[in-house]
């Protein structure tokens, strides 16, 4: 049996090094081709380069390629979005673990040259939508999702009619931890620190998805995710807190049923089945363990001290550039909140804010996407507190 091919761009983040964990418990299965990473880890890119004999690497910058290349000669080193489309273009399973609207050339490539998309990268599809819907029906092309929300959801789908819209679905229903701030009250919201909004209660993450799982935005922009994936309406997309993060997302069909997918929280599970597909790899991670009592609870959101998922919703009722500004105002709020700039109640405020001052287009092009990105990043800095 011939193995797959598999490109790992964004192979030193969160969903990077998991994804090399179930690639290095498979090794007869998977051939790992082509990483990429950002500026910030390449010393990591090269030992990864070095540990699974990958002789294509993905960086952002000349200066990242000649440090690579001083470090590994003979390999072949690719720079930038081109580089990163390229890489994208040549594998049978490309894995999206970049984080924010950098993964876009990984998406839309991988799509068009008719690949297998395992896709953690959810800002790429959020503010593309309308463009990856384009290219996703290419020949050959397959969008999995590796968001644990999303993942469920493709495999609770499963016994659903094909037919177009889900007919016999009544809502899917995306679970939300609620963060480290559930419960807490506005007054003390007002003191958040970025160590506690870093410490994730249940789950493990890049920094950048972390600060948006406090503010809920990362639900937010899961409700545009879905939509996206699945081709249905947002007032069909719920969301309900689930603290335990057990049930990681839920379809209810029009006859009451409600089928849902549980494991312990576990990305390497996700990861191990957009990879897979259409087989189960045999291994454990995620197993629960019923002979220990657990509860699990569900609540509703608290949209009061955590406006995020209203905003989200007001953007895709919004459509057409609306999910992108939405996307890039928040990537310009989470930098800024990292860097100290801004409060954790100012990063909502900025969305907020950018997102009243959406300049309406409708999206039929690349060159448009990049525009609208670019704009909404001006006006959601522009709107930085001082
Ligand atoms: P991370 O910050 O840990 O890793 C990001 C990766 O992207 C790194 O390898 C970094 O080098 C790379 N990168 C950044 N800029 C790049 C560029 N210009 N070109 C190439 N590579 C670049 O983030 P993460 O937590 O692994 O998240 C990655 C994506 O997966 C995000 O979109 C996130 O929302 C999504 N996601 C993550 C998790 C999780 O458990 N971590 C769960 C669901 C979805
Ligand atoms: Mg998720």
């Given at each position: 049996m011939s193995r797959t091919s598999v490109a790992l761009l964004g192979a030193t983040g969160s969903i990077g090094t998991q994804t090399l964990e179930v690639l290095r418990r498979e090794p007869e299965r998977f051939e790992l081709t082509s990483i990429a990473g950002g500026s910030g880890n390449l010393e990591r890119l090269i030992e990864i380069a070095k540990e699974f004999g990958v002789n294509r690497i993905g960086v952002p910058t000349n200066a990242c390629r000649d440090l690579v290349m001083t470090a590994m000669p003979g390999v072949s080193v690719l720079v930038g979005d081109e580089g990163l489309s390229e890489l994208a273009s040549s594998a049978d399973t490309v894995v999206n673990?970049?984080?924010?609207?950098?993964g876009l050339p990984v998406t839309l490539s991988a799509l068009e040259a008719g690949k297998r998309l395992a896709l953690a990268n959810k800002e790429s599809l959020i503010a593309a939508a309308p463009l990856v819907e384009r290219v996703r029906?290419?020949?050959g092309a397959e969008l999995l999702p590796i968001d644990s929300e999303h993942c469920a959801i493709h495999q609770a789908l499963?016994?659903?009619?094909?037919?177009e819209g889900f007919p016999d679905v009544r809502r899917l229903v995306l679970t939300a931890s609620?963060?480290?701030?559930?419960?807490?009250?506005s007054e003390a919201l007002d003191q958040v620190t970025k160590a506690q909004a870093l410490a994730h209660p249940t789950w493990a993450m890049g920094p950048k998805i972390t600060i948006d799982s406090s503010t809920l935005m990362n639900k937010g922009l899961e409700v545009l995710e879905a939509a996206a994936l699945f081709?249905?309406?947002?007032?069909r997309v719920d969301v309900v807190v689930h603290p335990?993060?057990?049930?990681?997302s839920m379809v209810e069909y029009v006859d009451g049923s409600v089928i849902a997918q549980l494991s312990k929280p576990d990305m390497r599970l996700p990861i191990a089945y957009c990879l897979g597909m259409p087989e189960r790899l045999d291994h454990s991670w995620g197993a629960m363990d019923f002979q220990t009592p657990f509860s699990l609870e569900f609540l509703p959101p608290d949209?009061?001290?955590?406006p995020a998922l209203t905003i989200a919703y007001e953007a895709a009722r919004l459509g057409g550039a609306a999910p992108a500004w939405l996307s890039a105002a928040n990537e310009v709020a989470v930098a800024a909140f990292l860097n100290d700039q801004i409060s954790w109640r100012q990063i909502v405020e900025t969305v907020a804010e950018t997102l009243a001052l959406y300049e309406p287009v409708t999206l039929t092009s690349l060159t448009e996407l990049l525009a609208a990105d670019k704009r909404a990043r001006e006006v959601a800095t522009a709107n930085l507190p001082r």
């Open positions: 673990a970049v984080v924010g609207f950098a029906h290419t020949p499963a016994g659903a009619s094909k037919a609620g963060g480290p701030f559930r419960g807490w009250a081709g249905i309406e947002v007032d335990q993060s057990i049930v990681h949209t009061q001290n955590f």
